[in-house]
């Protein structure tokens, strides 16, 4: 993904000042020179990598270091700040009743960023519609109207229209009951004179409370120039970049926002319409470093604990701070996880788990954990209520009775146990634990740059 080298070769150098309390300039020349080359070679624009390493050098060189901060930690936080300068805020994105027009070119992202969008705002409580002007892409009408659907939000278009501003006009009528209006555009293969003419006719029926360009984050240094054009049309207020999720190097997509003054509202990372999350300079730059994203992380784990709850009200996570762990909870555990989305996208806000970590992992580690986790759970599907509640009652006989049972071979059985046991002891740990102790263990991980033992992060 976007930067993604940055992380790792960053961490990499950093950490040749571990121990080191005071910081030389060649210290600081290593660290601006990964920067550099990282920058440069995710399409970030040179005028703009010379003056973060011109800030990133006088700051460090000059500004003292807060009482007890080591030198690592004194150029980690100033690379940090320098970084989140450099994406810039958030294009904020009231949550109200409101029109928003997206705009790019073709194949860019839009009509699936309109759901994506729709989805986002409907989970926020409020009621979203699609509006479809694409006349010009065959097909069009139908893979927005299938994107709606399985968004679950109003769609609104007209499949024989040849006329975008018309249908945009009665699209807007149609679903006058909606609090907010997406209305996604027809794309060119380039910015042509026409597009141009038709996208501003549109905004003019519409008058859209902001105006979205969509940027594919392949698109490279290519992002400033249709920044420029499509702001000089109809005003850009925002960007969502999208398929970050790609080989893609971002950087082009995300400076171009720096350099045309406009910020950036929305990141894509897959063609569901889940893959989408509002941009956040913050977490966006410690994932990047390879901080984590705790704030992220806690809401996902909140939001998956309370749904996986739902599903069934005798379990209450808060009981996994108490008493024994069994094998019930363990497999609500792993239901939390199924929540949460996809294995490696979490593992990736976990501090010290992200980027760098994630890569060093062959290709298919994440989808033969995933296929553990299957294998754990028809094996738990095929054990007694008294095994499940007491694992270490399970000998050798209930293991064989087991695999046959679930069709799972004896030895993953006895991998689920011996996980089980893993987990039984970290939760031991965190037993009982005060908020300081936690907050202690948190950053031993983030230092090792390991998660901690047990847990799934044990898993690997
Ligand atoms: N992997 C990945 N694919 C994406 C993402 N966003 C869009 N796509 C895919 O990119 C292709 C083009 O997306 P569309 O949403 O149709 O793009 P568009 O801008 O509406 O295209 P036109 O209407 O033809 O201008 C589709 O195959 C999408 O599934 C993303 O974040 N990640
Ligand atoms: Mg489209």
């Known amino acids: 993904m976007v930067l993604d080298d940055l992380g790792s070769s960053l961490r990499g150098t950093l950490d040749t000042l571990r121990g080191k309390s005071r910081i030389s300039e060649e210290d600081v020349d290593k660290v601006v020179k990964e920067i550099q080359r990282s920058l440069l070679q995710a399409d970030v624009d040179v005028d703009l990598v010379m003056d973060l390493s011109e800030s990133i050098t006088e700051r460090s060189l000059e500004e003292e270091p807060p009482g007890g901060t080591s030198a690592r ?33 073709q194949g860019s992202g839009k009509t699936t960023t309109a759901a994506k969008m729709a989805w986002w705002f409907s989970k926020k409580g409020l009621r979203p519609a699609i509006v479809q002007t ?31 501003v018309q249908i945009a006009r009665d699209g807007l009528a149609a679903t006058a009951d909606a609090d907010v209006h997406i209305v996604d555009t027809a794309g060119r293969h ?81 063609e569901t319409v889940q893959d989408i999350e509002r941009f956040e300079p913050d977490s966006f730059i410690s994932r990047l470093l390879g901080m984590g994203d705790l704030k992220q992380l806690t809401e996902r784990v909140e939001r998956a604990m309370e749904e996986t709850q739902d599903d069934d009200e005798d379990w209450d996570p808060e009981d996994l701070m108490k008493g024994e762990f069994t094998l019930h909870d363990m497999q609500k555990q792993m239901q939390a996880m199924d929540n949460m989305g996809p294995l490696d996208q979490v593992m990736d806000m976990i501090p010290g788990m992200g980027g760098g970590l994630m890569d060093e992992l062959p290709d298919d580690a994440m ?40 069709g799972q071979p004896e030895d993953r059985v006895r991998e689920l146990l011996d996980q089980h046991k893993m987990m039984a002891q970290t939760m031991q740990q965190f037993q009982g634990m005060g908020d300081g102790d936690m907050q202690r263990m948190m950053s031993k991980m983030q230092q090792q740059g390991g998660g901690g033992g047990g847990g799934f992060g044990g898993m690997f």
């Open 190 to 270: 380039a910015l042509e004179d026409d597009l141009i003419a038709e996208i501003e006719e549109i905004e003019g029926v519409v008058e859209p409370d902001r105006s979205l360009l969509v940027l594919d984050a392949a698109i490279g240094q290519g992002a400033k120039q249709q920044a420029r054009q499509f702001d000089a049309s109809v005003g850009i207020d925002g960007v969502a970049i999208t398929k970050l999720d790609g080989t893609a190097k971002g950087g082009g997509s995300l400076t171009a926002v720096n350099e045309t003054d406009s910020t950036i509202a929305f990141l894509g990372s897959g």
């Open 367 to 406: 989808d033969v954990t995933q296929e553990r986790m299957r294998g754990f759970e028809v094996i738990m599907d095929s054990m007694t209520e008294a095994e499940m509640a007491d694992p270490r009652s399970v000998g050798a006989s209930q293991i064989r009775r087991i695999a046959r049972g679930s």
């Open 73 to 105: 930690d004194h150029v980690l936080r100033i690379v940090y700040e320098e970084l989140v300068g450099l994406v810039g805020d958030s294009t904020p994105i009231p949550l109200e009743e409101q029109t928003i027009m997206l705009a790019g070119l």
């Open 134 to 164: 694409d006349t010009f892409r065959p097909g069009a009408y139908e893979q927005a109207a299938e994107m709606a659907d399985r968004a679950e939000v109003d769609f609104y278009g007209e499949p024989d229209s040849d006329d975008p």
